[in-house]
Nanobody, 120 residues
């Protein structure tokens, strides 16, 4: 089995910063991609950022220039550095991973979600 555990959410003022972490564990064979979705009250879930097996990042237009996704392959951990935060960034952020394991082929796994609130 594969598990994704998120941390780093919280309350921050507009213009502030947070860093989210997502650590993968279990019977992992290959991590093909990892990233973050978010869902705000009354809004659709949207893709925020993704990083591929080759290290190529992709971002939603709404966060380009403010958010940075990175990874530590040795720790099997992905990070989302969020700068210049805005109230509209308030949402539950969900980590995901496209991962192959000993028990499954390629499969999508999800973290438990972490709340990010941007407010004065």
């Amino acid at each position: 089995q594969v598990q994704l555990v998120e941390s780093g959410g919280g309350l921050v003022q507009p213009g502030g910063s947070l860093r989210l972490s997502c650590a993968a564990s279990g019977s992992i064979v290959t991590i093909y991609a990892m990233g973050w979705y978010r869902q705000a009250p009354g809004k659709q879930r949207e893709l925020v950022a993704r990083i591929t097996n080759g290290g190529s990042p992709n971002y939603a237009d709404s966060v380009k220039g403010r958010f940075t996704i990175s990874r530590d392959n040795a720790k099997k951990t992905v990070y989302l550095q969020m700068n210049s935060l805005k109230p509209e960034d308030t949402a539950v952020y969900y980590c995901y991973g496209s991962i192959s394991s000993n028990s499954r082929g390629l499969y999508s796994y999800w973290g438990q979600g972490t709340q990010v609130t941007v407010s004065s």
